[in-house]
C-alpha cells in the first residue's frame, strides 16, 4: 500500500475536480478511526469556502416507483446540457445486513459511463440513528470538487428521508401508479416535504392511472401549508423508461430554485440546515466520547452487569455514568 | 386540576391494575419536563422488580397487510383465553405532521372494548433517532400492572422494526399477497429479524397467492442464519378478517417462547436487550444534558453563528462544543 495522501494533496487533486481524490475524501469523512476523524475533519474546514454553489436535491419514494430510472434519465438529461452531477446512495437499511434486497452493482449503468457523472455507493454503515451520517459531508465535498448539481438517493420511506430533506434545498417524491397509496406506504409527513412530487410510468397502459395519481396529489398538497411561501409544490407527470418529461422534470427543479433564490430563501434554509446539522454532529460526537471514556469504563461494565441482574432500572444507570463521564473530561 | 398523584399512590394503583394509573405512568415516562424524568426514573427503579413476566411481541408489517385487523383478532383470542393483553403503537412519523395518513382513531375498535385489553396509541412525539424512545418503558409499565402479552405494533418498515425486534422475546412479520415483495418494501433486513411470519389474507380470491407468498418466504427463510439454535423461523397463514387460522398463530408463539425458554435463551436475549438499551439512554442523556447545559450556552450561540455564516465547519463546531461541555461540569 502506499502512503496515504496528505490533506494538502488531497485537497488540490478535489479542488482540481480528480474522482479519486473525491472518492478517497468521502471514504475518509465515513471513517471512524480517530486519525481519520481528525484528519477529515481538517479537510472539511479546508473545503468549507469552496462549497455552496451546486443544487442539493433529494430523490424519495417507495420500491417500484422506479427511481434508479428517473435518476438515470434526469442525470443523462443534466448532463446533456454539460452540468456536472453526482448521485449520492443513503440506504438506511439493518444494522444485521446492511443492504436491501435490491442490489445496487447494476443500477444506472448507463450514467455510471457519462463523463460529467460520479455515481457513490451507499456506504455499507448505518447504525440506528446514523442515517445518513456523513451524507450531508459527502455532499459538501462534491460541491468542492466543481459539481454543479447532487442528488441525493433515499431507498426506504422513513427517517432517511427527514434526514435528507433536512440537507438539501429540494425534496422531490417520486411515485407510480398501481401501487395506491395504501401499498406505497407514503406517510403525510413525508409528502409535506416535498416541493416536486414526480409521477413516474406515465406511459402505455399506465397514462391513464398516472394522471388520477398526479390529480389526487395536487389536490393533496393543495391542503397542506407550502414550506415557503415562495413556491407552491408541484405534481410533474414523466416516464423515465421512455425518457419523457425528464426535460420538464428538470426545468420545474430549477424553477424552484430560482424561486427561492429570488425570495432570500435558499440562502435562510441553508443557514438553518447547518445549525441543525451542527447538533446532529454534536450529539453523535458526545456519545462516541462517551463510550470511547476510559475514565468511566470500570464503571459502565458495573453497572451493565446491575441492569442485565434487573437490579437497577437503565434510567438510573444511564444517569449515573453521564454523571461520571462529565467530572473525569 | 387536581394534585399529582406520588409515586407511592402511583405504583400501588399500578401494581393493582388500574389503567387509569397505567395511563398517567406511561405519560410520565414520555414526558420530558425535568421534574417528570425524575418522578418516571424513580417510579421506573420501583416497579423494575414487578417486570419481566409478560410474553413481549413485536408485531411489524407494510402499510395494507392488515396489521390492526390481525392484532385484534389476535388479542381477542388472547384476551378470550384469559390473559391480559397490552398493545402499544410505534408510529415513525414524522417530527413536522406527527402521525401516518391512516389514523388510528377507528382501529381496533371491538378489541378495545375488551376487558382484559389495554390499548396505548402512538406518542405524538417522535425525533429522529428517537423512534420507540420510551416504548421499552411502556412495556415494563404494562408488565408491572399485570399484563400477560404485550404487544408492540410497529407501523412502516425501517428503523422502528429494528428498534422493536431489540426490546422484544419474538418479532413476527406480517404480510399480505398482492402487493408482491418490491411492492411491500420489505427489506432483508427486516426478515431477518422475524422468527414469525404471518401471511395474513388467505382468504376468498387470495387463498392461492397468499399460499404461493407463505412458501416464498419458507424458502427466503430457509435461506438465513436463524437468530437462535433454539427456534427456526416458521410461516403462518390466516385471515384475520374471517379470524381463521388466529389460534395457530398464538400457538406458534406460545411454541417459540417455550422453545427459547427451555434453551436459556429468552434470558440472555433479555438481558444482551438491557444492555442495549443502557447504551441508547445513555445516549440520550447526554446529548439532552449538553443541550440543556447554561455552561456552554454563550459558547454554542457563538458557534451556530460561525457555523450559520459558513466560516467555521460543522465538525470543528461540534468539536469545540463537547470539550467545553466536558469541562464545565
Not at 431507498?155 to 432517511?160: A, I, L, N, T
Request: net charge neutral.
Amino acid at each position: 500500500m502506499t502512503a496515504a495522501p496528505s490533506e494538502d494533496d488531497l485537497l488540490h487533486a478535489l479542488a482540481a475536480g480528480d474522482r479519486r481524490a473525491l472518492a478517497r475524501a468521502i471514504t475518509l469523512v465515513e471513517s471512524r478511526r480517530p486519525e481519520d476523524i481528525r484528519r477529515a475533519h481538517a479537510l472539511l474546514d479546508a473545503v468549507l469556502p469552496k462549497t455552496g454553489r451546486a443544487r442539493r436535491i433529494g430523490v424519495s419514494g417507495p420500491p417500484g416507483a422506479g427511481k434508479s430510472t428517473l435518476i438515470e434519465a434526469l442525470g443523462l438529461h443534466v448532463t446533456g446540457l454539460g452540468l456536472k452531477l453526482a448521485v449520492l446512495a443513503v440506504d438506511p437499511s439493518s444494522t444485521r445486513s446492511g443492504g436491501s434486497i435490491l442490489g445496487d452493482k447494476t443500477r444506472m449503468a448507463e450514467l455510471a459511463q457519462a463523463p460529467l457523472a460520479y455515481i457513490r455507493p451507499s456506504p455499507s454503515r448505518g447504525a440506528l440513528g446514523g442515517v445518513a451520517e456523513r451524507t450531508r459531508e459527502a455532499m459538501l465535498l462534491c460541491e468542492a470538487a466543481g459539481f454543479d448539481v447532487v442528488i441525493v438517493e433515499t431507498v426506504g420511506v422513513g427517517q432517511s428521508e427527514v434526514a435528507v430533506a433536512d440537507m438539501v434545498d429540494l425534496f422531490a417524491l417520486i411515485l407510480a401508479p398501481g401501487g395506491g397509496d395504501e401499498l406505497q406506504g407514503i406517510k403525510r409527513g413525508i409528502v409535506e416535504l416535498a416541493e416536486l412530487v414526480i409521477v413516474n410510468k406515465a406511459d402505455g397502459d399506465l397514462i391513464g392511472t398516472a394522471q388520477h395519481l398526479a390529480a389526487e396529489y395536487v389536490a393533496a398538497l393543495s391542503l397542506l401549508r407550502p414550506l415557503s411561501p415562495a413556491w407552491k409544490p408541484e405534481v410533474v407527470l414523466c416516464s423515465a423508461l421512455a425518457r419523457e418529461g425528464i426535460a420538464e422534470v428538470w426545468a420545474t427543479m430549477e424553477r424552484q430554485r430560482a424561486a427561492l433564490e429570488g425570495a432570500g430563501e435558499l440562502a435562510r434554509r441553508r443557514r438553518g440546515q447547518a445549525r441543525d446539522w451542527l447538533w446532529r454532529q454534536v450529539s453523535e460526537g458526545v456519545v462516541a466520547a462517551l463510550r470511547a471514556d476510559a475514565g468511566t469504563r470500570a464503571l459502565a461494565q458495573a453497572l451493565e452487569a446491575q441492569v442485565e441482574a434487573g437490579t437497577l432500572s437503565t434510567a438510573a444507570a444511564a444517569d449515573r455514568l453521564i454523571a461520571a463521564f462529565r467530572t473525569k473530561a
